[in-house]
């Protein structure tokens, strides 16, 4: 058991904490958000997240502590920095909080009670950032020797328990033997391979993991808008091609493209890092840009049925990035709205989860509402988009009567009625 400081609340900071308190570590998670730190002292979830609910319940209060303070770090035997890397305008990462997460480190450290505490990066930083950065910012007020490692998080919002209690693998990035015996006690009795690498090819695992995962999908709705022209079924063509070995079948659904705080971002904190190093990021910039255009495509096919769409009444079901979560960053429903918006078209919208959020960058209006189910979204429309991947909208069928006109457009391939047109199927 050790005992462990984890600093930053957000997804990853709160995910790692509560899975290694479930694996019997001793965890305080830090955040200057006081309100977040009282709700998981109190058991309550800041974030919607599969699972959490039931582990905050069962260690807040026992061996995990959420805290405001950096008093924890003196006795910690590895200390996490999980805070955020936003994007700043030109695309690449704002390290400013990881800098400062790092210096606060340093001063706490100076009173430490560990011989050898370790500092490990978790959030998602470009090369050379633990080595060049977070290193020498602890440095700075500390000048006892102590341990560093970049371990990547390949979490998926929604699944991210299941993902960090059953990870492919594991990527330690360090090359200080210490330190590395410290992180394979972290993660003592996962079953997972485990990488040891140095740690900016570790940073660089997780930039290159997302921009392939990102570029799979792009390259698979490129195929897909090659297909609805000429009357191909995209869904049928990547399982063909994903039954290939070499290929595999994961992250190959076409449709109106990826969103989230990740993907988007990442691939385009990538692009810049080649940029700056001289190499001109040719497919990581097609990636996005064949993301960036499928809204349109959509839209451009909800055109061609309806024709003009001004007046009209368009239903939109799903508005969460994907299924499973509230989180609405990136999420392609907000281009589509403003698209319909520009072409006056009336919105009735309807998620099971992110209604709430969308309501404070489109509040409720004339032309646009929020409706209790999906049913109700589709009361007199003229056409339906189905924007998000929720399991509940492959059981709509009778509610489909309910529209004015049978224009029903899937964008993620879920539902199961059969006159919904596919995006490039
Ligand atoms: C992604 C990665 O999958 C995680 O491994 C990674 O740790 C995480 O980013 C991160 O960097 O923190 P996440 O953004 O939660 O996870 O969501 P995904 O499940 O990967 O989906 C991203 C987007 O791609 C969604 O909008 C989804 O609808 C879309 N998608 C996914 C497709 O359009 N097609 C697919 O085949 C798969």
């Not at 921009?211 to 897909?224: P, V």
């Not at 969308?358 to 988009?385: R, W």
Request: proline fraction near 5%; include cysteine; aromatic fraction near 6%.
């Amino acid at each position: 058991m050790l005992t462990i400081t984890i600093i930053g609340s957000g997804y990853v900071g709160l995910i790692t904490g509560i899975c290694l308190a479930e694996r019997g570590h001793a965890i305080t998670v830090v955040d200057i958000d006081e309100k977040k730190v009282r709700a998981i002292n109190a058991g309550e979830p800041p974030i919607y997240e599969k699972g959490l609910q039931e582990l905050l319940s069962k260690h807040a209060g026992s061996n995990l502590h959420a805290s405001t303070s950096y008093a924890s770090v003196s006795d910690s035997d590895v200390i996490f920095i999980a805070v955020g890397t936003p994007p700043l305008p030109d695309g690449s990462a704002d390290l400013q909080y990881i800098k400062s997460a790092a210096e606060q480190i340093g001063i706490a450290l100076q009173e430490r009670h560990v011989p050898y505490p370790v500092v490990v990066v978790k959030s998602t930083v470009p090369p050379t950032t633990t080595r060049d950065i977070v290193v020498p910012a602890v440095e700075k007020s500390m000048k006892d020797p102590f341990g560093s490692c970049m371990n990547p998080e390949f979490l998926r919002e929604g699944r991210a328990i299941e993902d960090f209690m059953h990870p492919d693998r594991i990527v330690i990035g360090s090359c200080d033997e210490e330190a590395i015996a410290k992180m394979k006690q972290v993660y003592a009795g996962f079953d997972a391979p485990m990488l040891v690498t140095s740690s900016t090819a570790a940073e660089m695992i997780k930039y290159a993991a997302n921009a392939m995962l990102a570029t799979r999908i792009s390259f698979s709705n490129e195929i897909g808008n090659v297909c609805k022209k000429l009357g191909i079924d995209v869904y049928e063509v990547m399982q063909g091609v994903g039954l290939d070995n070499r290929i595999g079948p994961a992250f190959l659904n076409a449709g109106v493209g990826f969103g989230g705080s990740c993907f988007p971002k990442d691939v385009s904190a990538l692009a810049s890092l080649a940029i700056a190093v001289g190499i001109d990021p040719i497919l990581l910039h097609s990636v996005i840009k064949v993301n960036d255009n499928q809204p349109s495509i959509m839209m451009a096919l909800l055109e061609e049925r309806v024709h003009d769409l001004s007046g009209k009444q368009i239903a939109v079901l799903g508005l969460a990035f994907k299924d499973n979560t509230d989180d609405i960053r990136e999420s392609r429903a907000i281009r589509i709205i403003e698209l319909l918006r520009e072409k006056g078209a009336r919105i009735k919208c309807y998620d099971p989860m992110a209604m709430e959020e969308v309501k404070h960058l489109f509040p409720p209006s004339q032309e646009i509402s929020y409706m209790s189910s999906a049913g109700n979204a589709l009361d007199g429309a003229d056409a339906c988009l189905v924007l998000t991947e929720w399991p509940e909208f492959a059981e709509l069928d009778v509610e489909f009567s309910r529209m004015k006109t049978q224009i029903i457009i899937d964008g993620r391939h879920i539902l199961s009625i059969p006159h919904a047109e596919g995006l490039c199927w």
